[in-house]
């Protein structure tokens, strides 16, 4: 299996299928507009990436960097591709991408009331299996609480602030109740 990880832009051949994974693949409350990734995406220290498999476009990495911090906004592999073992090529090729780093992600809480629940543990699971570890933290974004998984090493709730202040600017971030909760 070989990955090829591009970049996205506009002008990018995979952009309009990503913008639509990226529409199917997330729950109004988890996305963030579609537009404000792209934007933001021009900024140093953020990394859009179009991911094809073996030539053939799989899905889609959205990573945040500040310092030695690299958070996993958005993975998504496409739905035809599913199950084929991609999704934790993915996670292995960016742990050699950002070797050296703290790369963590957030997941929506095992919350057994969920109606999901069990596509949760599965994707707990999934990452787990992919080499993340529970940091034993939750996250708050607006109305949804994330339990918080990574590799090498724990994350401050000081230092995500101040990625997020980094990414959304200090406006912006003012905007969105993100916090860590104990």
């Known amino acids: 299996m070989k990955l090829n990880f591009t970049k996205l832009k506009p002008n990018s051949p995979d952009f309009r299928k990503v913008k639509q994974l990226y529409m199917r693949a997330f729950p109004d409350d988890e996305r963030a507009p579609f537009l404000m990734l792209v934007l933001k995406a021009k900024k140093k220290g953020v990394d859009f990436w179009s991911i094809s498999c073996d030539g053939q476009w799989a899905g889609m990495l959205y990573i ?16 035809e591709l599913r199950g084929r073992g991609i999704g934790s090529a993915i996670l292995r090729s960016a742990q050699k991408i950002y070797k050296d780093r703290r790369l963590f992600l ?13 596509q949760r543990v599965s994707r707990r699971n999934f990452y787990i299996r992919s080499g993340f570890e529970e940091l034993h933290r939750k996250l708050r974004e607006g109305n949804v609480v994330y ?14 602030k101040a990625l997020m202040n980094g990414y959304a600017g200090s406006i912006l971030s003012k905007l969105f109740t993100m916090e860590f909760v104990d």
């Open 64 to 79: 945040v960097n500040h310092r030695d911090l690299s958070y996993v906004f958005y993975l998504a592999v496409s739905e």
């Open 106 to 118: 957030a997941i929506e809480e095992l919350d057994e009331n969920a109606e999901n629940y069990s």
């Open 147 to 160: 339990d918080i998984l990574g590799v090498g090493g724990d994350v401050k709730a000081s230092e995500y």
